[in-house]
Every structure is written in structure tokens, then in C-alpha cells.
């Protein structure tokens, strides 16, 4: 069957009755009307016969077929994540979540404001932070979110300049050299990873703002405390960016003094995606949440009195006035968000610890067979990445790790890294360090270390409690967590039951 009575939802009848309501005789005559001929495009198309739904599918899953499924080891802010099942068939795959609108009116969206919710609560405790939206576009535009949040809210501040970790991801720095530009801020790049990056901040002070990494590009563990303190000595305020499971193990931003945390969620098990979309994050302390740009869900009552949700702050929507908004970008990945809150809530904060002991084991394992085949590692301290030098042989390390299936990150011809995620196991590690011995010509036999790597110091290690509201301890079963799934979604209206009613504000 064609495709057009199966997805174009109008028939003739229809049409004819929609014609008729806005006074023309044919679709040809209102395009003559709406579009200009200046800009119409008259010649036929050359295109090749339709295909029917049954060959179109087909057609799809040849060209499918020619992908190359690899491991995926290269990070930079990607990293292989695992969906549960229960969450791709009840979320992603549910019409009742990914065909329903913006949440602004909450009486037909308290399913989706409750996993937002969620969502925020989870984002809070690991940040340590006491205010977090409901999410944003994505990291790198996050982090350039932030940027102009603290310029806004450093009021003391006279300063234009902004000081950037360049232990950033390299998506980041381009979008920040782009968003400065435009909004007349001078953006200062330096490794505030550096031993005196804390001293020069102090002695410095012409910055209303600083964003360090809390793990850089290369892997490297940083406790940024001293850099947020030096900040705040000169009157700055202090953005980390920093990841999620991870701080599952390390400190939060929020206990070493940082205004704004951001990062992203993808590893919440949202799949790569061929690279997006994926939800960012952004919490802060009190004080600075109504410069933060996005939305955020509150806990209010209804006319019964009983709890409710609802949007308790938009700042960027079509009916903000545009002088008011505290952006001009997409406001949220709700969805994603959602994704990422119901695999919160399906692992519990036990279960996220294990996994991100279990990663940083993958790699501390790796490390130290890069050691015993006498390779060199970049950074002493890191969580899930380890950059290694070798001198000439990066290309042919890509080569050897290709053929067994694997993409690793080249970071210059002597210089690879490696990022291990929830699908890899000890196999991975196996084939990576067979990779780097077929590529640089290393025996079989090597060395054991005897001096064992301790890539996160005792003292960086996180000891307070978090994730303790009884969500995230109640849904550890698929089926439990398929009804919670499911009663939410009956609170919502969404194009699975009908068309969706759009108020907007006056």
C-alpha cells in the first residue's frame, strides 16, 4: 500500500473541506497565493518511481545493512550506554511519551512533568547542586549557557572576560569561540588543570567568570576546588563541567563550591545516536536560578488540594517576551531527559556505583597494560579514559583496532585514547592492548607492574548519600517499572489518544 493514506493524514474529502474554509479551488492555486515567484520552483522533479510501504521498508534495511556495527571507545562526551529493554518499548518506543507536546498546561501533562521532576532530583544529589532544570540542548551549548548565565548574574562584576578550561571537550571550545563572539564576551582559554592555575586566577581577577572541567578531553581527574575558590576570591563565579556517573564516585561540584554545574546526560542510557540528539544538564546554587535559561518543574497543589507539577519556571518559550528570555536556543530534550530519569530510576544509586566502579576498573586495568608493554600514560588520575603516548603509531594502533572492530580516538599521530563504556567488558580491554602490541611490535611477554595505579585519590572520592528520595529505590524490576511507566503516561494527553489542544499564554 502507498504511503500517502497510511502517513498523510487528510483524504480529498478533506482537502476539498480545508480548500473551501480559506476560499481556493486547488492546492496549486493556494501555493500560487502563499509563495512568491520569486522563490517557486517550476521544473518537474527527477525522481524515481514510489515505492510502496513494503518496498520502501525493504529498500531502507539494504542500505542499513551496508553499516559497520563497531565498538565504540572513542568518548569525548560519547560513550556506549546500554537502554533497558523496558525503557526502549515503555519510552522511546510509546507513543503516549514521544508524540506529546511541551508540558504548559499541566492538567494534561503530569506524567511528563513528574519524570522531569525526576529527572531534576536525580541531576541535584550527583551535582550536590540545590536548583537543576529540566534539561537543555546538549552539553557543549550548555556550557555556553552557562557562560552567559554567570554574566548575568555576577551583577558585581564590570569585567567581559571569561576564563575556559582548555582541558574542555573540543566541541565545547568551537561553540564558545562562537557564542562569545556574539555576545561581546572575550573568551580566555587556559589549563586551569595547570598546578598554579589557581594562583594566576588570583592574581589576575579581570574575569566575571571561570568554567573548568572536572574531567578533561584526555580523561584527567581534576579536583577543582582550589581554581572555584580562587574564583570566588576576586568576586568570580565558577561553572563545572563534569559527568554524571562519574560523580557517582567523585566528589560533587556542589561540595567544592561550585555556582553551576553542567554536562550531559547521555550516558544515562541514551544511545549514541549517531552523535544527538542528548539531554544537557545545568543545576546551581540558590540564588542564581532565575538567570538559569530552560524550564523547571515544581511541586505545587491542585484545586483539591492534592500535589501537583507544573512548570514553575519558563524562561525561554514563545510567550516569554524575547527582552525577558534567558535564551534563544532549544529550551529542552524532554524525552531524553525522561530516558535518562526512568535509568535512574531503574538502577538506583547502588547499582549507577557499581557501573561506574566497574568502568573505572576497565580502565585502570588497560592502564596498567599499557605499562607493562612500557607505554607511556598521560594522566595519573582519571575515571573511564586513559591517553597514552606512542611515538609514531597512533594511525597504526587506529588500523590494528579497526580490524577487530573497534574505533578508538585519535588524538595526534603519537597520542590515542580510550574511553570505556557500559557495553564493554574485560574482552575489550584484551583486544585494545593486542591492538597496541601488534602496532608496536611488543612481545607476548610482558612485565607485570608492581606498582598499581590509583587512578582517583581516596581524598576526591564521594562519601555522602544521594538518590535517596523512595523513587529510585522502588522500581528495580522490569515489570515494576513498566507500570510506573505506564501509569504516568495515562495522565498525559498526547496524539496517541488525540490532537493535542495548544493555549498559549496571554
Not at 523547571?296 to 510567550?319: C, F, K, M, N, W
Request: glycine content about 8%.
Amino acid at each position: 500500500m502507498s504511503f500517502l493514506p497510511r502517513h498523510i493524514g487528510p483524504d480529498a474529502d478533506d482537502i476539498t473541506t480545508m480548500l473551501n474554509a480559506v476560499g481556493v479551488d486547488s492546492l496549486d492555486q493556494l501555493i500560487d497565493r502563499a509563495v512568491p515567484e520569486s522563490i517557486r520552483f517550476r521544473d518537474t522533479l527527477d525522481l524515481p518511481a514510489p515505492l510502496d510501504e513494503t518496498e520502501a521498508l525493504a529498500a531502507i534495511r539494504s542500505i542499513a545493512s551496508k553499516n559497520t556495527v563497531m565498538r565504540q571507545m572513542i568518548g569525548q562526551g560519547y560513550f556506549d550506554t546500554v537502554t533497558p529493554a523496558a525503557i526502549r518499548r515503555n519510552i522511546l518506543e510509546n507513543p503516549g511519551f514521544y508524540t506529546s507536546y511541551t508540558p504548559y498546561q499541566p492538567e494534561i501533562s503530569q506524567g511528563r512533568l513528574e519524570l522531569l521532576l525526576t529527572f531534576q532530583n536525580a541531576v541535584i544529589d550527583l551535582t550536590g547542586m540545590d536548583v537543576a532544570n529540566a534539561s537543555l540542548l546538549d552539553e557543549s551549548s550548555a556550557v555556553a549557557e552557562a557562560v552567559l548565565m554567570m554574566r548575568r548574574a555576577n551583577r558585581k562584576s564590570r569585567s567581559a572576560r571569561v576564563i575556559v578550561d582548555s582541558r574542555s571537550l573540543p566541541q565545547t571550545l568551537a561553540i564558545l569561540t562562537g557564542r562569545a563572539r556574539a555576545a561581546g564576551i572575550e573568551l580566555v582559554i587556559a589549563d586551569l588543570g595547570a598546578d598554579d592555575a589557581a594562583a594566576t586566577l588570583a592574581s589576575d581577577g579581570d574575569f566575571f567568570g571561570v568554567v573548568v572541567a572536572q574531567i578533561g578531553a584526555d580523561g584527567d581527574v581534576f579536583d577543582p576546588t582550589p581554581v572555584i575558590e580562587a574564583a570566588h576570591e576576586v568576586g568570580a563565579l565558577a561553572t563545572v563541567s563534569t559527568d554524571l556517573l562519574a560523580l557517582t564516585t567523585l566528589q560533587s561540584p556542589g561540595s567544592a563550591g561550585a555556582d553551576i554545574a553542567v554536562g550531559s546526560a547521555q550516558r544515562f542510557g541514551v544511545p549514541l545516536f549517531y552523535g544527538g540528539p542528548h539531554a544537557a544538564f545545568m543545576a546551581t546554587r540558590k540564588g542564581v536560578e532565575r538567570s538559569m535559561p530552560g524550564r523547571i518543574v515544581g511541586v505545587s497543589t491542585d484545586s483539591s488540594g492534592a500535589p501537583a507539577y507544573r512548570l514553575a519556571l519558563q524562561t525561554r518559550e514563545q510567550h516569554i517576551r524575547r527582552e525577558k528570555a534567558t535564551s534563544n536556543i532549544c529550551t529542552a530534550q524532554a524525552l531524553l531527559a525522561i530516558v535518562a530519569a526512568a535509568y535512574a530510576v531503574y538502577h538506583g544509586p547502588a547499582k549507577l556505583r557499581e557501573l561506574a566502579e566497574r568502568l573505572h576498573g576497565l580502565a585502570t586495568v588497560f592502564a596498567e597494560g599499557l605499562r607493562e608493554r612500557g607505554i607511556s600514560i598521560a594522566h595519573e588520575r582519571f575515571f573511564d579514559t586513559v591517553t597514552f603516548s606512542v611515538q609514531g603509531k597512533a594511525d597504526a594502533i587506529l588500523a590494528a583496532a579497526a580490524e577487530r572492530g573497534i574505533n578508538l580516538r585519535r588524538v595526534d599521530q603519537d597520542t590515542v585514547g580510550v574511553s570505556f563504556g557500559e557495553s564493554h567488558t574485560g574482552e575489550d580491554v584484551e583486544d585494545v592492548l593486542a591492538a597496541v602490541s601488534e602496532a608496536c611490535n611488543i612481545g607476548e611477554n610482558v612485565e607485570p607492574s608492581s606498582d598499581l595505579l590509583d587512578g582517583v585519590p581516596e581524598e576526591w572520592h564521594r562519601t555522602d548519600e544521594y538518590m535517596t528520595h523512595p523513587v529510585f529505590h522502588t522500581h528495580r524490576s522490569e515489570t515494576s517499572l513498566m507500570r510506573w511507566l505506564r501509569q504516568l503516561a495515562d495522565k498525559d494527553l498526547a496524539l496517541d489518544r488525540t490532537m493535542i489542544p495548544l493555549v498559549r499564554a496571554p
